[in-house]
């Protein structure tokens, strides 16, 4: 089965603090994506990678950035915490071919005091 | 651009009783079309996906949905609830965006099932 891990699944931060959001697959997926989710809105992208080192913007990529240095790993960056990036973050991943399908983790639930 | 609608935002049926979850969506290609099912606190699962071919798709847990292109539609349908089918269910589209395939999600319908 494939496997997408979120090291934390609930983090509590202040305003202003750096935040890391870890995710690992280990079906050496080309492609991994965070999305963020939030009541009535669905889940909405952020960022994607197609290879390591390469990144491109979703809908929402205001105020995270992203890092993709090894194949298995996208990490999720938050350089100032706000109060309005309170919410549950879902990384993904999947293989660049016709019929793919991309595999969720569990999610990270963050909130900003 | 693409998107996904889910017109609703919560529905409530009895266990054993027949499920029909909306879903329309507008791309200007050949859309690839999925429903995953969301339990509380947890991740998204796949429940099913189309691609090309027939039409009618089966899917895990004895969900179907059908494309019709006609109507841009992709309905999710179930002939008898069981109370763990008590979730959020997303309806997402697949499109292009540079070398990956990323999903357009609609907003959900939460299911509650009474016994």
């Known amino acids: 089965d494939v496997k997408v891990t979120q090291s934390s699944r609930y983090l509590v931060k202040r305003t202003g603090e750096k935040v890391f959001l870890e995710c690992v697959q280990d079906m050496d997926h080309e492609n991994m994506f965070w999305y963020r989710q939030d009541p009535g809105l669905g889940l909405r992208l952020i960022y994607f990678s197609y290879d390591v080192k390469m990144k491109e913007k979703g809908d929402i990529p205001e105020g995270y950035s992203v890092s993709r240095e090894k194949k298995e790993r996208f990490s999720l960056i938050l350089e100032s915490a706000s109060t309005n990036q309170t919410s549950m973050y879902l990384c993904a991943s999947s293989v660049t071919r016709t019929g793919n399908t991309i595999y969720f983790g569990e999610g990270s639930w963050l909130t900003v005091v | 651009a693409q998107s996904v609608t889910q017109p609703d935002i919560h529905i409530t049926v009895s266990e054993g009783a027949s499920l029909e979850l909306r879903c329309n969506y507008s791309y200007g290609a050949t859309p690839y079309l999925f429903w995953y099912v969301q339990s509380p606190g947890q991740g998204l699962q796949l429940l099913l996906k189309?691609?090309?071919?027939?039409?009618l798709v089966q899917g895990i847990k004895g969900f179907e949905a059908e494309f019709k292109r006609s109507q841009s539609s992709f309905n999710l349908r179930k002939p008898s609830v069981h109370w763990s089918d008590a979730a959020e269910y997303f309806c997402?589209?697949?499109?292009?965006?540079?070398?990956?395939?990323?999903?357009?999600f609609g907003s959900g319908t939460q299911l509650t099932v009474l016994p």
């Open positions: 189309y691609f090309s071919g027939d039409t």
């Open positions: 997402a589209v697949g499109v292009l965006s540079g070398s990956a395939r990323q999903l357009t």
